[in-house]
């Protein structure tokens, strides 16, 4: 694999994330904890993985696809490039928003690498989001399957041209028929999509980032409010 010093040397290799970020109140619809609880959780997924992205060496810059109003408000704390998509108002526009987000960075940086990376990855950490990049920069084009095997969550092309996208239900074999690389050793940690409250359960046994931990204190100490399906 490419050494580390390389890409921490040379920005240029260093990836550009697209972050493609639904409305929290309509977020998480399989988790099935209430609709409070809901948006506290897909809230703090979020904010946990930009704290990630922001703590990387190994990241060029972050661009964020998103209609969520509290996130367009913070803008100005993060270091980040933010594209506001109406498109994901509108049920799932996973991949409309993505190639809003390719488009951007295309623009922005365009002789380097992009990494698609989900929201919803609370066990993720800068050290596993490293060795990610690394295990998928020897490729032209990659991806890593979720923790189910049949989805995907990080994607990876070496320029805007290379990636291959197509999220969605049993998104790993539609990656993998159009030339993408499955990086199948990435770590737990970079595959778990939390969609489930299994999930939710094995993420907590992992080890969560700390604004997701918060949240489930909080979620913790007031259950009958967090429960509550309004």
Do not use: C
């Not at 992205?53 to 990241?59: D, I």
């Not at 109406?86 to 928003?97: E, K």
């Not at 960075?105 to 990049?133: I, N, Q």
Request: hydrophobic share 45%; proline share 6%.
């Amino acid at each position: 694999s490419m050494p580390r010093a390389t890409l921490v040397m040379n920005p240029d290799l260093r990836p550009t994330v697209i972050l493609p970020v639904k409305p929290w109140h309509v977020s998480k619809s399989r988790l099935e904890l209430g609709s409070t609880g809901r948006k506290l959780l897909a809230r703090a997924f979020t904010l946990d993985v930009l704290a990630v992205l922001g703590r990387s060496s190994h990241v060029g810059g972050v661009v964020v696809v998103t209609a969520e109003p509290e996130l367009l408000a913070l803008r100005a704390r993060l270091d980040t490039r933010f594209v506001s998509d109406q498109s994901f108002a509108l049920g799932d526009g996973l991949n409309s928003a993505i190639a809003i987000g390719l488009g951007s960075a295309a623009r922005w940086r365009p002789k380097s690498p992009v990494l698609v990376l989900p929201a919803d990855l609370p066990t993720l950490t800068r050290r596993v989001l490293d060795d990610t990049v690394e295990l998928m920069s020897v490729h032209d084009a990659a991806f890593v399957p979720d923790a189910n095997g049949g989805g995907t969550t990080a994607s990876w092309g070496a320029t805007t041209e290379h990636i291959k996208v197509d999220y969605g239900s049993g998104s790993a074999e539609r990656h993998s028929d159009l030339g993408a690389r499955p990086v199948s050793d990435a770590d737990l940690r970079a595959r778990l999509d939390v969609d489930t409250v299994d999930d939710l359960a094995t993420a907590r046994r992992l080890g969560v980032g700390s604004r997701t931990a918060r949240a489930l204190s909080a979620m913790l100490s007031l259950p009958a409010v967090l429960r509550d399906e309004s």
